[in-house]
């Protein structure tokens, strides 16, 4: 399941462009990164890898460099309200909504199973009813019309407790249930909503959430960091500087933006919340597999599942596309995303 597959043909910084002679971008001095007040909460931006052939110990310094680069603490986060959502798939999930103390954006949690639940959303609040809990979504089991306890549900005999000081005391989960899978999705409005076909966000999305409702556990965090982080309107300039010949790392830095500039710390922070301190972490992006452990490894990644293109894997499904060739080849090549498929565009 977690076979690490690595790009074949490892490509050297000086041959990274696949747009040499073309366009007229490889001219075009690189600017330094204009660093905005936003990225403050982590984002410190990693350099573009190289692939390269390092040995484990090579390998290992190098993660050790990087997790150094991670911010120390982790944001406060609050799930501030949960519901329960019946979805077209036929699997329910629960929908978390959270604030924090770095940004003013509403993150999310998709979780596929009643049984993980949010410290900060159970956490007793003093001359609370138990009206008030069902409506933020502090209830155990399921609503119905005419019920009046959170803590309780008289039908399925499902119950929590708590400590003296008013902390869920969560459920001990067979051990098989341990570790979940989980997904950090950062909001993609072009891929997901906007049937674009110049990245496979959407894909990615619908796949994750396939996963999980066959596991019947799971989580997708749903970061609300546009565009890599840049916004929605920027990545709108950066898609026609790629029209214009520039691959996706070029565009951002065009645009004086970092190739990614976007902070999973708020992740980390959300998981911890949801009990989620070990994960099967679907993704291709091994800085993600760092950036969600966190400097401390609070989180540990004990799995990481690839997602392979469903382009790549049936012939006639998936997104086809010049543009989504070109998005994962640059993420092939110069984010060192371990995919394996060579892509000839
Ligand atoms: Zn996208």
């Excluded at 790009?7 to 696949?18: F, G």
């Excluded at 600017?31 to 190289?50: D, G, H, M, N, R």
Aim: with cysteine.
């Amino acid at each position: 399941m977690s076979q690490e597959l690595k790009h074949p043909h490892p490509i050297k910084a000086d041959q990274s462009s696949s747009f040499s002679g073309k366009s007229g971008f490889e001219n075009l001095s690189i600017i330094s990164p204009k660093l905005t007040p936003q990225t403050s909460i982590a984002s410190t931006p990693l350099p573009i890898p190289v692939l390269d052939s390092l040995n484990d110990e090579e390998q290992k310094n190098k993660d050790q460099r990087k997790r150094e680069l991670l911010p120390d603490e982790l944001p406060v986060v609050e799930c501030v309200a949960r519901a329960r959502i019946p979805t077209t798939q036929g699997q329910e999930i629960f929908l978390h909504l959270y604030s924090n103390n770095v940004d003013n954006k509403e993150h999310l949690a998709i979780v596929f199973g009643e049984r993980i639940r949010s410290k900060s959303l159970f956490k007793q609040k003093p001359n609370e009813s138990q009206a008030d809990r069902m409506t933020r979504g502090a209830y155990v089991g399921k609503l119905r019309p005419g019920r009046t306890i959170a803590d309780y549900d008289e039908i399925t005999k499902e119950t929590i407790n708590f400590d003296d000081e008013g902390n869920i005391i969560p459920e001990q989960l067979p051990e098989e249930d341990i570790a979940k899978i989980v997904r950090i999705h950062s909001e993609c409005y072009t891929g997901e909503t906007a049937w674009s076909a110049r990245c496979d966000c959407g894909e990615q999305f619908d796949e994750a959430g396939r996963l999980m409702g066959k596991a019947g556990l799971g989580c997708i965090v749903y970061l609300r960091q546009e565009g890599r982080g840049i916004g929605l309107g920027e990545k709108l300039k950066a898609y026609n500087l790629q029209d214009l010949g520039a691959d996706t790392v070029q565009a951002n830095l065009i645009l004086r933006h970092p190739a990614d500039s976007r902070s999973f710390s708020l992740a980390t922070a959300i998981l911890l919340d949801l009990g989620l301190d070990q994960i099967k972490l679907l993704t291709n992006n091994p800085d993600k597999i760092l950036a969600v452990e966190g400097k401390d490894q609070k989180v540990k990644v004990v799995e990481r599942v690839p997602m392979i293109p469903l382009a790549w894997r049936h012939a006639n499904q998936g997104i086809q596309s010049q543009e989504v060739d070109g998005y994962l080849r640059t993420k092939i090549e110069r984010m060192g995303h371990l995919l394996s498929k060579p892509i000839d565009i």
